[in-house]
């Protein structure tokens, strides 16, 4: 059980922080992370996309957006922009495992309204600067794991049949992401 558990947080910090070798030019399978995906409401994706590609963020997205089944939002902002996989766990009604679907991630959880606190631990409180990256410091030492992985657009959740509860899901990084945050070191 330990080291089923020690795997599953490694799998969280390497998707987390970007350590290790991902790329999709790689050998290496890239690292599944599984968790919960809950869903933003109708239009809100598309507006927040609009604001990113309008250059009013520190993260912006292209326009064109590049082609994706599934537009998200992840836990680590330097993944806006990224292109990734995400699936349902389970089965289809055949008893096919669900198939990857291409996704991009165009947001990602903030400090305002709880966003990394919610991601992390199901926690609807705000958090501050410093306590968001304690919690994060310790996901990347392996302590704790995040319970969301990703909240999907409104048009994916209509799709899965999944409004308005959460569902689980895997999700695999195809690009690598830069090291730099601070409290990854």
Not at 64 to 89: H, K, M, N, W
Not at 132 to 149: D, I, K, M, S, T
């Given at each position: ?21 991902m790329?999709?030019?790689?050998n ?5 992370l599984?968790?919960?995906a809950?869903?933003y409401?109708?239009?809100r ?6 604001v990113?590609q309008a ?24 993944d806006v ?6 699936r349902r ?16 991630a ?27 990256e304690e ?5 990347h030492?392996g302590?704790?794991?995040p ?9 994916t959740a209509?799709?899965?049949e ?10 695999r ?6 090291v ?6």
């Amino acid at each position: 059980m330990v080291m089923k558990s020690t795997l599953l947080l490694t799998a969280a910090v390497t998707l987390i922080t970007g350590i290790g070798d991902m790329g999709s030019d790689s050998n290496v399978e890239p690292v599944v992370l599984t968790g919960i995906a809950s869903q933003y409401g109708r239009g809100r994706m598309e507006a927040t996309i609009r604001v990113r590609q309008a250059g009013r963020t520190a993260y912006p997205l292209p326009d064109p957006l590049p082609p994706s089944d599934v537009f998200f939002a992840t836990l680590d902002c330097r993944d806006v922009g990224r292109q990734f996989e995400i699936r349902r766990t389970g089965v289809d009604a055949d008893g096919n495992p669900y198939p990857w679907e291409s996704a991009l991630a165009t947001d990602c959880a903030g400090l305002r309204d709880g966003g990394i606190g919610f991601m992390l631990f199901n926690r609807h409180t705000p958090m501050s600067q410093r306590t968001a990256e304690e919690w994060l410091r310790r996901v990347h030492v392996g302590e704790y794991q995040p319970v969301f992985v990703a909240e999907v657009d409104y048009e994916t959740a209509v799709r899965w049949e999944t409004v308005g509860r959460g569902r689980e899901v895997e999700l695999r990084r195809l690009e690598t992401s830069p090291v730099e945050m601070s409290v990854a070191q």
